[in-house]
């Protein structure tokens, strides 16, 4: 595989496939009394999930920075309930954001087919699917690299002053590369 496919469909298993077309049986994301995390295994083809993850590498590892630190005390200063835990949050990763239009990392992600793939109807049908909410178009798209010992501490992604986020659903698509 030289490029991503333009639609996510195109890596799901029969299995990913009945969840995009029925949703999950009983979603954590709509039922109050669950906690809001799933883990769904055979959705995405091994060999198709594999090719992607040297696609990522050939083409965005050379660009991705290091973060280390905690994260920065300005940014949450003037919450008062969205970020209102305490403990201190830290984090360790290399990360790219893909920038507007012009910028070189929108080229790449662009040249490779990866922004097709992150903007195609079915990654928002399935994701859709999976939280049983509505999304809306992406505002941001990361790449992320988690290597050995790379961490980030626990924190909020709760925004409950913002009606657009109140129900934890940030509309971003992030992409994770494996240390190579």
């Given at each position: 595989m030289n490029r991503f496919p333009n639609e996510f469909e195109d890596l799901l298993t029969r299995k990913g496939?009945?969840?995009?077309?029925?949703?999950?049986?009983?979603?954590?994301?709509t039922n109050?009394?669950?906690?809001?995390?799933?883990?769904?295994?055979?959705?995405?083809?091994?060999?198709?999930?594999?090719?992607?993850?040297?696609?990522?590498?050939?083409?965005?590892?050379?660009?991705?920075?290091?973060?280390?630190g905690p994260i920065d005390k300005d940014e949450?200063?003037?919450?008062?309930?969205?970020?209102?835990?305490?403990?201190?949050?830290?984090?360790?990763?290399?990360?790219l954001e893909i920038g507007g239009r012009r910028s070189n990392s929108?080229?790449?992600?662009?040249?490779?087919?990866l922004i097709q793939m992150l903007?195609?109807?079915?990654?928002k049908a399935f994701g859709e699917a999976v939280t049983g909410s509505t999304f809306g178009t992406p505002e941001n798209n990361q790449i992320i690299?988690?290597?050995?010992?790379?961490?980030v501490s626990p924190h909020n992604d709760h925004h409950p002053e913002n009606r657009k986020y109140e129900r934890g659903i940030m509309t971003c698509t992030s992409c994770f590369l494996t240390a190579t």
């Open positions: 496939r009945k969840i995009l077309r029925h949703g999950l049986p009983e979603s954590p994301f109050k009394r669950k906690t809001p995390v799933v883990v769904i295994d055979g959705i995405i083809n091994e060999r198709l999930a594999q090719d992607c993850m040297k696609l990522l590498n050939q083409h965005f590892s050379a660009h991705l920075k290091t973060i280390a949450l200063r003037n919450m008062k309930e969205n970020y209102s835990e305490k403990l201190a949050k830290t984090l360790r990763m290399q990360t929108f080229q790449i992600a662009t040249q490779c087919g903007n195609s109807s079915s990654l690299l988690y290597r050995h010992e790379d961490y």
